[in-house]
């Protein structure tokens, strides 16, 4: 199996609530083609697909209600990319679950929930930026 992810698929009860807060609200544009009842945002190298909780039970064969739900995040360049960041999460209606702090490891972050309970942290990392790509590199210290 390729090490790779190329899409994440969320299970969804209502994609009309989580479109008015990721594409009105927080201004996200939409990827793909318009698939009935399920949203898809490009982030980065990936994309997150909403898809109805039901549809995605029934194509999947896993009990989504016994799935823990995943926490994602955000690498951003800068401490004032985290606040400003989480500021606008926030005013679109996300909800606090952690605030802004500094945390182990050197990080900077700040945890919320979507409308629907989805899990987002912002961050900013000393060893981990976004890259050209959209993707994570490393920006390890050198040692000699």
Do not use: C
């Not at 401490?79 to 050197?106: C, E, L, N, W, Y």
């Amino acid at each position: 199996m390729d090490q790779a992810l190329h899409m994440l698929m969320v299970p969804a009860g209502d994609t009309a609530k989580l479109r008015k807060f990721y594409v009105d609200d927080l201004g996200w544009q939409t990827w793909g083609p318009d698939m009935p009842g399920s949203l898809m945002l490009r982030a980065g190298t990936a994309v997150i697909v909403f898809v109805p909780r039901d549809y995605l039970a029934a194509e999947s064969g896993i009990d989504l209600s016994a799935t823990p739900r995943a926490v994602n995040a955000i690498f951003v360049e800068t401490k004032a990319d985290v606040d400003a960041q989480f500021a606008g999460a926030i005013a679109a209606g996300a909800k606090i679950t952690s605030p802004i702090r500094d945390r182990d490891g050197g990080l900077y972050s700040g945890y919320f929930a979507d409308p629907e309970g989805n899990g987002w942290e912002i961050v900013w990392s000393p060893a981990m930026r976004p890259g050209a790509d959209g993707g994570l590199t490393l920006a390890l210290p050198q040692t000699d």
